[in-house]
């Protein structure tokens, strides 16, 4: 709650935010102070493993070192939504990754500002937490695909005009090299899958080590 009614808490508003009498209760930080560190505690373990292209479970992801791919060191405004779904089991954890990548794809490469995503990460970053306190597997997988289809593909499907368009245009300028390297990846880790009946990706790695020029020439 804030006078922009926004739903974001920025970081010169954090300090602020955790000694109002209202949130102070919500976090239970004097009845219960190394519950809330050892909280912080996670999150901030989870914050670095995400950073390294690591899962939930602290190890090597494949979604996760995808998404780093794409996302870069800068843009950090995910990361709100990966710690929301961080008790995710593994599997669907990774799942949701890699809705995530796909979602992201949409946004970045048609240059989208990120204050029109700020506001929706602060809001579905709440629903994400819900489905990871659902107990019952089935039902929270169930929930999950609601909230993709709900919040991904929605906004997906109106912005796939502007990506069309985006891609029709771009040339070895348009982004940076290491998103371009990413999408020429992707792009023919897709061919080579059609071509050897792969129904899984590997690794981008592969790919993102090639000479550019090679696949794209200047001219």
């Known amino acids: 709650k804030n006078e922009r009614s926004d739903s974001v808490v920025r970081e010169d508003e954090i300090y602020d935010w955790f000694v109002d009498k209202d949130n102070a209760a919500l976090c239970d930080y004097a009845n219960k102070p190394f519950e809330f560190v050892r909280k912080v505690i996670l999150n901030v373990e989870?914050?670095?493993?995400?950073?390294?292209?690591?899962?939930?479970n602290g190890k090597a992801s494949l979604a996760m070192d995808s998404l780093k791919r794409l996302a870069g060191g800068a843009f950090s405004l995910h990361y709100v939504l990966l710690l929301a779904a961080a008790n995710f089991p593994k599997a669907l954890f990774e799942h949701f990754v890699t809705q995530l990548e796909s979602f992201l794809f949409y946004y970045?490469?048609?240059?989208?500002p990120t204050k029109d995503l700020e506001r929706n990460f602060s809001?579905?970053?709440?629903?994400?937490?819900?489905?990871?306190?659902?107990?019952?597997?089935?039902?929270?997988?169930?929930?999950?695909?609601?909230f993709v289809a709900d919040r991904f593909e929605k906004?997906?499907?109106?912005?796939?005009?502007?990506?069309?368009?985006?891609?029709k245009r771009f040339s070895l300028y348009t982004m940076q090299q290491y998103r371009t390297r990413y999408l020429l990846a992707r792009l023919t880790q897709h061919v080579d899958m059609a071509f050897s009946g792969l129904k899984s990706p590997s690794s981008l790695e592969l790919y993102t080590s090639l000479e550019i020029e090679h696949i794209l020439p200047d001219t």
């Not at 709440?126 to 695909?145: C, F, H, S, Y």
Request: a neutral charge; zero cysteines.
């Open 46 to 56: 989870h914050y670095l493993a995400f950073g390294n292209g690591q899962g939930n």
């Open 108 to 112: 970045i490469f048609t240059k989208t």
């Open 123 to 146: 809001v579905w970053a709440d629903e994400l937490r819900t489905i990871a306190g659902i107990a019952d597997p089935v039902k929270q997988r169930a929930a999950l695909n609601v």
């Open 155 to 167: 906004n997906m499907a109106a912005k796939s005009p502007e990506l069309a368009d985006a891609l």
